[in-house]
């Protein structure tokens, strides 16, 4: 039996709100804490997406998506509510389609002064060859 596919859903948050919603604005730790998830059930993380607002019958979402045997997962209804245009419907379109929609439900990691100085590093720099670390 293949393993279950993830595609993970992170947020799309400017580095502006850094300051109000580091978490939002964080989203490689977003897409780990979606890894981590993944990993603890075996499953198998396929995609990772990366978006704002985006309308839920939105080709991106769905391309390869296999009903019943695929599940979309994110950090937190939070991150839903600012990745997509409604979650209410990407709900209803999950059920239409068969694929199930998780959040980790973990709570969202404290950032304290270090940690958003390393995350406005990451995203302000990535032309200058910064990797991250």
């Known amino acids: 039996m293949a393993p279950v596919r993830v595609t993970t859903i992170a947020s799309l948050t400017p580095l502006e709100e850094l300051d109000a919603e580091p978490f939002l604005v964080d989203s490689r730790?977003?897409?780990t804490m979606c890894a981590r998830w993944a990993a603890e059930r075996g499953y198998v993380v396929a995609r990772e997406l990366l978006v704002r607002g985006l309308r839920p019958d939105h080709a991106l979402l769905w391309d390869g998506v296999r009903p019943g045997a695929d599940l979309f997962v994110a950090p937190s209804r939070r991150?839903?509510?600012?990745?997509?245009?409604?979650?209410?419907?990407?709900?209803?379109?999950?059920?239409r389609r068969g694929v199930r929609v998780e959040t980790v439900g973990r709570a969202e990691p404290s950032y304290d002064a270090a940690m958003k100085a390393r995350v406005h590093r990451r995203l302000s720099m990535p032309t200058a060859g910064y990797d991250g670390r």
């Open 29 to 31: 730790e977003q897409h």
């Open 79 to 95: 991150v839903l509510e600012r990745a997509l245009s409604s979650v209410a419907e990407f709900a209803a379109e999950c059920a």
